[in-house]
């Protein structure tokens, strides 16, 4: 079980929240629609740019208390292949953040324990990017803890076709498996992990975005207004909080004689 003595200071707004979490029923991923970062710059009437900027704060505190509640997963939906149509500007201070977030935070990740991934078409970027990447995928390969994902150049119908074009590949080359959601699932750039049991998204928007389709089947939605470069620790213990108290039934029904327990009729578990 995750030891919450390092979640919030001691006396802070924080310490009461963390206080209020179910030790036993903190999800096991989180992912996470980063959103409004434009609208924040625009409030400061400043460039959309310096809102991603100020974006790589909230990514940072975020990604720390996400190993500190014990999360198993963590995933952040940095980049959309939908994204590249954003003015060129804009692109390139979004990958240049990318990038020296990924080679500052390394270290961190890796003192941390935390196993870095990334999922989407990411070798298509700037090899500059792909270089700092694959270094920090193999700094972090032996790491124990948290995995923490970041969609880059991401989309989830493009993922439902990669994982279809590798299975006829895998087919043509002989190696046969049945086409049944367990296969799936394991061709999938989350392969091995469990799906999001919490999708976040900020600024208020009622979208999913084309983010992990297939994964968030039974994910529980949490919107909040604050934008993302605002977005802490404190937002997303609020958001553990909504989530565990909520009702998750899977699409079966709870036995009346015992609330909130037993699932009665449910095709899981
Ligand atoms: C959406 O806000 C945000 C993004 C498209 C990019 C998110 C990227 C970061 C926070 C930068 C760094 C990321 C990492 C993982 C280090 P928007 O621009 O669509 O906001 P708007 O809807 O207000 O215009």
């Known amino acids: 079980m995750a030891d919450f003595s390092k979640l919030a200071d001691p006396g802070s707004p924080e310490e009461l929240l963390v206080r209020r979490i179910d030790r036993e029923r903190v999800p096991r991923h989180v992912a996470i629609i980063m959103d409004g970062n434009g609208r924040w710059a625009k409030a400061r009437s400043m460039p959309r740019v310096e ?3 100020a974006g790589v704060a909230a990514v ?3 990604v720390e208390a996400s190993a500190q ?3 198993e997963v963590l ?3 940095a980049f959309s292949v939908e994204n590249w149509k954003r003015p060129r500007f804009e692109i390139w201070t979004l990958m240049n953040l ?3 977030y990924v080679r500052k935070e390394r270290r961190n990740l890796v003192n941390n324990d935390i196993r870095f991934n990334v999922l989407g078409r990411w070798r298509e970027l700037d090899p500059l990017v792909v270089r700092e990447i694959e270094q920090t995928l193999e700094e972090t390969a032996h790491c124990k803890g948290m995995h923490f994902n970041v969609a880059l150049n991401y989309s989830g119908r493009c993922e439902i076709v990669d994982a279809c074009r590798r299975i006829v590949a895998d087919w043509a080359a002989g190696k046969r498996a049945d086409i049944d959601e367990e296969t ?3 061709y999938l750039y989350t392969s091995g992990q469990p799906d999001p049991d919490l999708l976040i998204r900020t600024s208020g928007e009622l979208r999913v975005s084309n983010f992990l389709l297939w994964q968030i089947a039974y ?6 207004q604050t934008l993302w470069p605002d977005f802490r620790r404190k937002d ?3 958001a553990v909080l909504a989530f565990q108290s909520r009702e998750r039934r899977y699409g079966g029904v709870l036995q009346p004689e015992s609330p909130g327990m037993e699932l009665f009729s449910s095709s899981r578990s």
């Open 51 to 53: 809102g991603h900027r």
């Open 60 to 62: 940072r505190d975020t």
């Open 69 to 71: 509640l014990g999360l």
């Open 75 to 77: 995933t952040l939906y």
């Open 98 to 100: 990318l990038k020296e």
């Open 184 to 186: 799936l699932g394991r």
């Open 219 to 224: 994910a529980e939605i949490w919107v909040t």
């Open 236 to 238: 997303l213990i609020e």
